[in-house]
């Protein structure tokens, strides 16, 4: 059974940086598209970041590109996403996923997630 934690949450400034990592138990990252999602409250889950599992390309949602950097330590079986220059707009809890997404920013395509960690930053 795969699962994923995630971790590196917390409260920040605007303008500060932060990490989130995911560790993946249960399957190796080779095997799986690795993203990251996140949902606001009132809002619904969004596409934030994504390593497709046949590409190296990564893939950003406008909002978060040019700030936020995803990436994986296969060694590690983890995958992170850097966040630099956030803003308050970025609050929310954030998630991880692995699957094979047909579509890859699509929320249902994921089997696997992680319970979230949640990112606040004060303006």
């Known amino acids: 059974q795969v699962q994923l934690e995630e971790s590196g949450g917390g409260l920040v400034q605007a303008g500060d940086s932060l990490r989130l990592l995911c560790a993946v138990s249960?399957?190796?990252?080779?095997?799986?598209?690795l993203a990251w999602f996140r949902q606001a409250p009132g809002k619904e889950r969004e596409f934030v970041a994504v390593i497709p599992w046949f590409s190296g390309t990564m893939y950003y949602a406008d909002s978060v590109k040019g700030r936020f950097t995803i990436s994986r330590d296969d060694t590690e079986n983890t995958f992170y996403l850097q966040m630099n220059s956030l803003k308050a707009e970025d609050t929310a809890v954030y998630s991880c996923?692995?699957?094979?997404?047909?579509?890859?920013?699509?929320?249902?395509?994921?089997?696997?997630w992680g319970q979230g960690t949640q990112v606040t930053v004060a303006s």
């Open positions: 249960g399957g190796s990252l080779s095997e799986y598209t």
């Open positions: 996923a692995a699957g094979m997404p047909t579509r890859l920013t699509r929320v249902s395509d994921y089997l696997y």
